[in-house]
């Protein structure tokens, strides 16, 4: 079967830097590693192969060079002068992912736990769960800030074992499967790589006597209180993490984090866009026509605003920095007044009569807007 060109192996154009053939390599080193794919890692150490394959070549100048003019042919023709070329698979692809990465390979674990700023953790241990809370809170708390106290049901260290597990007086033995290493070796193609141990999980001991208030895992389930700060201006659906607050992590791993999901409950007047507040004011036909002052609600109390005369319902009247405050920064935002002039009913005859002889006293003159929608109208239909 003919070899797959080394540029589109990695992914990358021809034209591509020394850089560039790096970072593909090491995305794909990763991705078809055999320990990151232990349920199939046939189809894995293949793939694994084949990206060393073509990072050994493409990163060596020489190398790359004569694989541009000639292809994979003179490669083969280069080892046959004499040039102490690239002959197939005759080198150690952990050894190239070791170069890369900086680091040496060890087979007793997982290494991809500690690349780009993980947690390190004790052979054979776990982390623990990070958790959610879901916590409802008024639209003023969530405006302003609040502190809430929650309880949250988690695993934690037994404070009788120390989370080893161990009956307390007792040790540890170790594993007679693995002699303690936590991984046993196996050979598979030309790899030779280690497998976590079944006997042990990893931890290259096993327990006889068992700690009586945890069974042996190390933790014990309680509910514990805390508090949670929310800042001034969260939103809904906002999260906040509260780290190493989730549960606690086996054998000597490191704790999980703990998500507070916010969600704010709906207020009766007010409604929020961002950092603007929104409120519906309903004014009369009197107040809207002649104007004056009114008194709106507003996260801080009362506030005054003036009507001009004249004022069409939906007209929204702004109120400076009277809206919710900037999240990550100072200041607040605005609040959105929009006035809607409310339709009389249930009128009674003499408001019936005072407002019919309004509309014959001031017919055309108030009402600029109907007088030109009617004279379209007669202009179109002729009447």
Known sequence: ?????????LGISRNASSEDIKKAYRRLAIKYHP???????KEAEEKF????????ILSDGEKRKIYDEYGHAGLQADVGAGGGGFTGFDFDPFKIFDEVFGRRYSSGGDIFDNFFGGRASPRGSQPGSDLQYNLEITFKEAAFGTEKEIQVPRYEICSSCRGSGVKPGSSPQTCPSCGGTGSIAVSQGFFSMSRTCTQCHGRGTIIKDSCKECRGSGRVRRARRVKVKIPAGID????????GQGEAGLRGGPTGDLYIAIRVG???IFKREG???ICEIPI?????ALGGEIRVPTLNGRARLKVPPGTQTNKIFRLRKMGIPHLHSSGRGDQWVRVIIETPVNLSAEEKQLLKRLEEVGRGNGQPKARDFFNKVRQIFGD
Do not use: I, W
């Open 49 to 56: 192969k084949e990206v060393s394959e073509a990072y050994k």
């Open 1 to 9: 079967m003919a070899k797959r060109d080394y540029y589109e192996t």
């Open 266 to 268: 709906p207020h009766p």
């Open 35 to 41: 320990d990151k794919n232990r349920e199939n890692s």
């Open 236 to 243: 809904n659906g906002s999260h906040l993490r509260l780290t």
């Open 275 to 277: 950092d603007t507040v």
């Open 284 to 288: 009369t036909f009197t107040q809207a």
